[in-house]
């Protein structure tokens, strides 16, 4: 309970109480808690004092709001390492979780001026364009917007990749290996498309990613975006001396 005598504000006493419940388990991912009014008869204190607890809950990511249905249970953020590349498919699976994927679009373009100066072809050459939801556990993760030139890998949209994964059919239909990449790593509030798709409040915090990656002879060969969910992903990179 709160300590009354204790120079510990009252709301970080109230936050270091629900946090022990969220971190030692007695309450799990995806459980609601109890309401504002709830808190404020359990452990008697003021409303402002409940709101500062939990909005230092929310900016931990321990906890998320959902208009007109309460306060949740985050899940556990999922942690990607900057240091290679990894396919969403294998990753997941790795961390025990059930990935899959829904295909949203699947077409030939023409290559946009910015997305042609970094697949290095001419504006308008065509490119295939394969934008996907990915989800793990049947919770939306991420959507990934993929370019590739369409001359390296034709027909390759014939597959289909909410069942098969597309760095797979890469290197074995067209021996297209992808060996390292580049990449820009921004914050960007999520569009009302995006929000939609991914289950998430217009304008929530996205980690938005733009990669470039090469194949063996040095040809890049994908440009692709991800937009992760800014809940539910942390990046990750060691630094040396």
């Not at 230092?56 to 959902?66: D, F, N, P, S, T």
């Not at 001419?122 to 991420?142: F, I, K, N, Q, V």
Request: net charge neutral; with cysteine.
């Amino acid at each position: 309970m709160i300590r009354r005598d204790s120079k510990v504000p009252f709301y970080h006493q109230l936050y270091e109480i629900l946090r022990h419940k969220i971190v030692r388990g007695e309450w799990h991912p995806g459980d609601i808690l109890p309401t504002e009014n709830d808190l404020l008869d359990t452990y008697r204190v003021s409303r402002s004092t409940v709101r500062q607890a939990l909005d230092a809950l929310v900016g931990e990511g321990l906890i998320y709001r959902q208009r007109g249905r309460g306060t949740f249970v985050a899940h556990p953020t999922v942690e990607q390492t900057l240091m290679r590349i990894v396919s969403f498919t294998d990753d997941m699976y790795q961390r025990g979780m059930k990935p899959s994927t829904e295909v949203l679009v699947s077409e030939l373009v023409p290559a946009p001026e910015d997305i042609a100066r970094q697949l290095d072809v001419e504006p308008g050459e065509e490119l295939t364009y394969l934008e996907r939801l990915r989800l793990a556990d049947d919770e939306p993760m991420s959507i990934e917007a993929s370019y590739l030139v369409h001359r390296y890998c034709p027909g390759i949209l014939n597959d289909d990749y909410s069942k098969k994964p597309l760095r797979l059919t890469l290197e074995e239909k067209y021996n297209i290996r992808l060996v390292y990449a580049k990449q820009t790593i921004r914050a960007v509030n999520a569009s009302r498309r995006l929000a939609g798709k991914l289950g998430i409040p217009v304008n929530a915090a996205l980690l938005a990613i733009e990669r470039v990656s090469y194949s063996k002879e040095n040809i890049p060969v994908e440009f692709i975006r991800f937009y992760h969910r800014g809940d539910r992903y942390l990046l990750y990179n060691e630094l040396r001396d």
